[in-house]
């Protein structure tokens, strides 16, 4: 009678053991879970802010000004735009 | 022992004092067993939530307002952290040396710096928002007590005024004002979730309680303007309303297959991103919630309802007097010719040729194909306070105003719904529905206000306008055959019409033979001594559809191009000389 006492209670001890040992690597795995969700809200963000500032550099109206002030480009005139028309034979 | 100190170290209680201390215990035990089981046993919920509020948090998940792009995925608004300064007024403490260096990282004056952080003594202000992040670390590397920073988002504008008229903006609690931003506000702003969650010593988040309802993060919009277009836009109408020192101006430019608005610029304009001064002047619209009367541009519409009634071919000829009177009303035209043409009338713009058309025409007949081509109507964008314009019943005309209607007096438009109406005839007599935003190419479903074969033929009167002797001989695109009208109104000042004030327009088409694109441009109030709308709005006309089918690489339709054989290969087509 005893033996099984004693083995169902070591038994419970490892089982109870058992719990809380899956218990913390639950908690722990949340743990990284939320640290990722974290992360890729952080580059979401960066990628808006890269958005933004790849935006200001490439508004028209700087490069309109840089193309004209400082590599000294000029709208073609009519007579020196030729005109290709691809009749469609490959 | 002797019985007498027995008796002495015999314990002498009275009975009553061993009851009453007996139930005083009893009793207070009793009350502590009550309360525990009222605690622990009925009333739970008191100390389950002292329990629950150590570790248990309501978190709410902010939602991130959509981002706006153009067609091309452009970006025209975005939401962007940004770090701010705050500062604690009972916190800081600030000495002179880092006072200085403060003012030298947010590049300010040292007086300014200290009457700021002078300004409050209690609780907590802003010293700048936002600061950049280079000087967001070196902030907080000086560690000064009372100073932090504070992590905001703020709706930023890459391109500026450029587009900012369209795209509107927010306002400091992110709701839209004006604009795309307003109109689209619901899909743009997305909506907040929540979540319970378990928190540890450490403050880690470490389980959810229950389901999470997730943020729903705003929708982005990609908008049928084409950034490229629109910029060359606003570039040509600043710079012709300053050349021609008028009060103002619109250029619409409509794709003319699928009524998307490839652009839309208005002067005088304002800057999105930094609206420290407000002004409600150059915030609105004007191309959409402004109305004028149109002028000679409605001249085309004249033409179009006799031409289906089958009361005149476009060679008809009709005596076109110098004058001609209406009621106590003289019509004169400023380049007369005894006989013209109904292509002539379109294309010298005559007054007295167009009243006679129109005459020819009972009122309820003329209303109708104004109504028709869109007059009086909302112009249906979805923008928020667009107008429908004036155009009164047909029943509350007098003669005259018949008669004044025929050259675009009597009723008022706006320039989106003008440019709207001129699809029918780029579009063979199909009006398309408006869009700010990119449609996808599918079939959308138009309205037909004219006949493929009337529309045709307006459209080739309206491209003798921009041959010689046309009123729009500067609205010519080398290599591209372009169809429009001029327009010279006078403004009506106090109920009366100034003499010397006028509001320039031209609308206009191109390719003529398969038109894609509608520009609309009004300058309002040139007072640079030239005011005629072939010269003042026809440049801006032509510099900016130019500019739009080389950037949408439409083949050239004109004439004047002709096809050369070459030995092998494809053909090569070259422009001889000239074009203007």
Same mark, same amino acid.
């Given at each position: 009678?005893?033996?099984?006492?004693?083995?169902?209670?070591?038994?419970?001890?490892?089982?109870?053991?058992?719990?809380?040992?899956?218990? *913390?690597?639950?908690?722990?795995?949340?743990?990284?879970?939320?640290?990722?969700?974290?992360?890729?809200?952080?580059?979401?963000?960066?990628?808006?802010?890269?958005?933004?500032?790849?935006?200001?550099?490439?508004?028209?109206?700087?490069?309109?000004?840089?193309?004209?002030?400082?590599?000294?480009?000029?709208?073609?005139?009519?007579?020196?735009? *030729?005109?290709?028309?691809?009749?469609?034979?490959? | 022992?002797?019985?007498?100190?027995?008796?002495?170290?015999?314990?002498?209680?009275?009975?009553? !004092?061993?009851?009453?201390?007996?139930?005083?215990?009893?009793?207070?035990?009793?009350?502590?067993?009550?309360?525990?089981?009222?605690?622990?046993?009925?009333?739970?919920?008191?100390?389950?939530?002292?329990?629950?509020?150590?570790?248990?948090?309501?978190?709410?998940?902010?939602?991130?307002?959509?981002?706006?792009?153009?067609?091309?995925?452009?970006?025209?608004?975005?939401?962007?952290?940004?770090?701010?300064?705050?500062?604690?007024?009972?916190?800081?403490? +600030?000495?002179?040396?880092?006072?200085?260096?403060?003012?030298?990282?947010?590049?300010?004056?040292?007086?300014?710096?200290?009457?700021?952080?002078?300004?409050?003594?209690?609780?907590?202000?802003?010293?700048?928002?936002?600061?950049?992040?280079?000087?967001?670390? !070196?902030?907080?590397?000086?560690?000064?007590?009372? %100073?932090?920073?504070?992590?905001?988002? !703020?709706?930023?504008?890459?391109?500026?005024?450029?587009?900012?008229?369209?795209?509107?903006?927010?306002?400091?609690?992110?709701?839209?004002?004006?604009?795309?931003?307003?109109?689209?506000?619901?899909?743009?702003?997305?909506?907040?979730?929540?979540?319970?969650?378990?928190?540890? =010593?450490?403050?880690?988040?470490?389980?959810?309680?229950?389901?999470?309802?997730? @943020?729903?993060?705003?929708?982005?919009?990609?908008?049928?303007?084409? +950034?490229?277009?629109?910029?060359?836009?606003?570039?040509?109408?600043?710079?012709?309303?300053?050349?021609?020192?008028?009060?103002?101006?619109?250029?619409?430019?409509?794709?003319?297959?699928?009524?998307?608005?490839?652009?839309?610029?208005?002067?005088?304009?304002?800057?999105?991103?930094?609206?420290?001064?407000?002004? $409600?002047?150059?915030?609105?619209?004007?191309?959409?919630?402004?109305?004028?009367?149109?002028?000679?541009?409605?001249?085309?519409?004249?033409?179009?309802?006799?031409?289906? /009634?089958?009361?005149?071919?476009?060679?008809?000829?009709?005596?076109?007097?110098?004058?001609?009177?209406?009621?106590?009303?003289?019509?004169?035209?400023?380049?007369?010719?005894?006989?013209?043409?109904?292509?002539? &009338?379109?294309? /010298?713009?005559?007054?007295?040729?167009?009243?006679?058309?129109?005459?020819?025409?009972? $009122?309820?007949?003329?209303?109708?194909?104004?109504?028709?081509?869109?007059?009086?109507?909302?112009?249906?964008?979805?923008? $928020?306070? #667009?107008?429908?314009?004036?155009?009164?019943?047909?029943?509350?005309? =007098?003669?005259?105003?018949?008669?004044?209607?025929?050259?675009?007096?009597?009723?008022?438009?706006?320039?989106?719904?003008?440019?709207?109406?001129?699809?029918?005839? @780029?579009?063979?007599?199909?009006?398309?529905?408006?869009?700010?935003?990119?449609?996808?190419?599918?079939?959308?479903?138009?309205?037909?206000?004219?006949?493929?074969?009337?529309?045709? #033929?307006?459209?080739?009167?309206?491209?003798?306008?921009?041959?010689?002797?046309?009123?729009?001989?500067?609205?010519?695109?080398?290599?591209?055959?372009?169809?429009?009208?001029?327009?010279?109104?006078?403004?009506?000042?106090?109920?009366?019409?100034? $003499?010397?004030?006028? %509001?320039?327009?031209?609308?206009?088409?191109?390719?003529?033979?398969?038109? =894609?694109?509608?520009?609309?441009?009004?300058?309002?109030?040139?007072?640079?001594?030239?005011?005629?709308?072939?010269?003042?709005?026809?440049?801006?006309? @032509?510099?900016?559809?130019?500019?739009? %089918?080389?950037?949408?690489?439409?083949?050239?339709?004109?004439?004047?191009?002709?096809? !050369?054989?070459?030995? =092998?290969?494809?053909? &090569?087509?070259?422009?001889?000389?000239?074009?203007?």
């Amino acid at each position: 009678m005893s033996r099984i006492n004693i083995i169902l209670a070591l038994a419970l001890i490892a089982s109870a053991l058992a719990v809380v040992q899956a218990q *913390h690597r639950s908690r722990t795995y949340f743990v990284e879970l939320e640290r990722l969700k974290k992360e890729s809200r952080a580059l979401d963000e960066q990628w808006g802010q890269l958005q933004l500032e790849q935006g200001t550099w490439a508004n028209p109206a700087r490069v309109d000004a840089l193309a004209r002030a400082q590599l000294g480009l000029v709208e073609p005139q009519a007579d020196r735009i *030729h005109v290709e028309t691809w009749t469609g034979r490959p | 022992m002797s019985s007498r100190s027995r008796k002495l170290l015999k314990l002498h209680l009275e009975p009553w !004092r061993m009851l009453a201390v007996g139930g005083l215990l009893l009793g207070g035990m009793v009350l502590v067993a009550g309360r525990a089981l009222y605690l622990q046993g009925i009333n739970t919920d008191y100390l389950q939530g002292k329990g629950n509020a150590l570790t248990n948090r309501n978190l709410t998940l902010p939602a991130h307002r959509g981002q706006v792009s153009d067609r091309y995925g452009q970006l025209l608004a975005i939401s962007t952290p940004v770090e701010s300064l705050w500062a604690r007024a009972d916190e800081l403490k +600030l000495n002179p040396v880092q006072q200085a260096q403060l003012a030298k990282v947010l590049d300010m004056p040292l007086q300014d710096l200290s009457k700021k952080l002078a300004r409050k003594t209690r609780g907590e202000f802003s010293v700048r928002r936002p600061v950049t992040p280079e000087q967001a670390v !070196r902030i907080a590397a000086m560690g000064v007590p009372g %100073l932090y920073l504070r992590r905001e988002f !703020r709706r930023y504008y890459p391109a500026g005024e450029v587009s900012a008229h369209v795209v509107g903006f927010t306002n400091v609690d992110d709701l839209g004002q004006e604009g795309v931003e307003r109109a689209y506000q619901d899909w743009l702003a997305g909506r907040e979730g929540a979540r319970q969650v378990v928190r540890d =010593r450490r403050g880690n988040t470490i389980r959810d309680l229950a389901p999470i309802k997730t @943020a729903q993060m705003g929708g982005n919009l990609a908008l049928a303007l084409d +950034l490229k277009i629109q910029y060359l836009a606003h570039r040509e109408l600043s710079a012709a309303v300053a050349t021609h020192k008028a009060k103002g101006g619109s250029v619409v430019v409509l794709d003319a297959k699928t009524g998307e608005i490839l652009a839309l610029a208005n002067q005088p304009n304002f800057n999105p991103n930094n609206r420290r001064n407000y002004e $409600p002047g150059p915030m609105r619209n004007r191309a959409v919630i402004d109305t004028f009367e149109p002028g000679s541009t409605i001249k085309p519409f004249v033409a179009a309802a006799v031409l289906e /009634r089958g009361l005149y071919h476009p060679d008809s000829v009709i005596d076109t007097p110098e004058t001609w009177r209406v009621g106590n009303k003289l019509v004169r035209d400023l380049h007369p010719r005894p006989q013209m043409t109904v292509s002539e &009338i379109i294309q /010298r713009s005559s007054n007295v040729g167009a009243v006679k058309l129109a005459m020819s025409l009972t $009122p309820q007949q003329y209303w109708e194909v104004l109504h028709r081509s869109g007059f009086g109507e909302l112009p249906g964008s979805g923008f $928020p306070g #667009e107008t429908a314009g004036r155009l009164r019943d047909a029943a509350l005309w =007098r003669p005259v105003e018949h008669a004044t209607m025929a050259y675009g007096y009597g009723l008022s438009v706006s320039l989106l719904q003008l440019s709207r109406a001129y699809m029918a005839f @780029a579009n063979d007599g199909e009006v398309m529905p408006l869009s700010f935003l990119k449609r996808e190419p599918q079939e959308i479903v138009g309205e037909r206000v004219f006949s493929p074969s009337v529309a045709r #033929e307006v459209r080739a009167m309206m491209e003798a306008v921009t041959q010689e002797g046309g009123t729009g001989t500067r609205t010519r695109v080398p290599g591209y055959r372009v169809a429009g009208k001029t327009g010279t109104a006078h403004k009506l000042v106090d109920g009366r019409y100034a $003499p010397d004030r006028y %509001l320039s327009s031209f609308v206009g088409m191109a390719p003529a033979s398969n038109p =894609r694109l509608i520009i609309g441009v009004a300058i309002d109030e040139p007072s640079g001594g030239v005011y005629y709308g072939g010269s003042v709005a026809g440049p801006v006309f @032509a510099q900016v559809m130019a500019a739009s %089918l080389r950037q949408l690489a439409l083949p050239p339709d004109a004439p004047e191009t002709e096809t !050369r054989m070459t030995e =092998r290969g494809p053909s &090569i087509a070259t422009r001889t000389g000239g074009g203007a």
